[in-house]
């Protein structure tokens, strides 16, 4: 079975992105073999794990990847080796390793928080997704709204905003939850948390379940 490459890209920093990716390859770990590529040149995701080198369990990460100077080996590579690949983009579309990114990989995510900039910034993402795909015809693209606040006018017009664009959003959303925070600061995925990380876990689990019907 071929692997299954997943990346999360973002034209705009600080939309929660890395938190996503980590916890996303812990999710899928938990159904299969998974590697995590960090091509985000503030190495967070290799920083959480050196936060806590001595993760153990079902939900350890066996390896994460930096994308080197050659990121169309380093994908293939991970390929070769992994059921599912999560890849951490950088946060710039403008950076030639994230087009050569996304000219490999199946689904991108992107993380949208509830606020104007990061609409206009989706906006962006999805135009440089479409680019992607002159070479990579089969990419797909999925919304996803982080840090929501369900409660809030906001959040729910930012529902009604991403619909006009060009790319499907996905039902499930990520809540602003201190168990995300909590996860980073003790080195783990929410899911190691027990029943601190439950909720934060379980969005993670329908995130990863509506990815797979994509």
């Known amino acids: 079975m071929a692997a299954r490459l997943i990346a999360l890209a973002s034209l705009k920093g600080g939309c929660g992105k890395s938190t996503l990716a980590f916890n ?7 159904r ?4 995590l590529v960090d091509a985000d040149p503030q190495g967070a995701v290799r920083h959480w794990l050196d936060w806590s080198a001595d993760l153990a369990g079902e939900s350890a990460l066996p390896e994460v990847s930096a994308i080197g100077d050659d990121p169309h080996r380093t994908l293939a590579d991970m390929a070769r080796r992994y059921r599912n690949v999560v890849v951490d983009c950088p946060p710039s579309l403008d950076m030639v390793v994230t087009g050569e990114i996304l000219n490999q990989v199946d689904v991108v995510l992107i ?3 509830p ?5 206009w910034a989706g906006a962006s993402t999805v135009a440089a997704v479409q680019r992607a795909r002159e070479r990579n015809p089969g990419l797909q693209a999925r919304l996803l709204l982080n840090q929501v606040e369900p409660s ?14 060009e790319v499907p959003t ?13 996860a980073a600061v003790e080195g783990v995925s929410v ?3 027990g029943a601190r990380g439950r909720e934060a876990a379980r969005e ?5 379940e509506e990815l797979f019907r994509t």
């Open 32 to 35: 299969g073999s998974v590697g």
């Open 204 to 208: 993670m689990d329908q995130v990863i």
């Open 111 to 113: 993380p949208v928080l």
């Open 152 to 165: 809030s006018a906001l959040s729910r017009a930012m529902s009604l905003a991403l619909a006009r664009l």
């Open 115 to 119: 606020s104007p900039l990061d609409l």
């Open 24 to 30: 996303l390859a812990a999710g899928l770990l938990r």
């Open 170 to 182: 996905l039902a499930s959303m990520v809540r602003r939850r201190a168990a995300f925070r909590t």
């Open 191 to 193: 899911y190691q948390l």
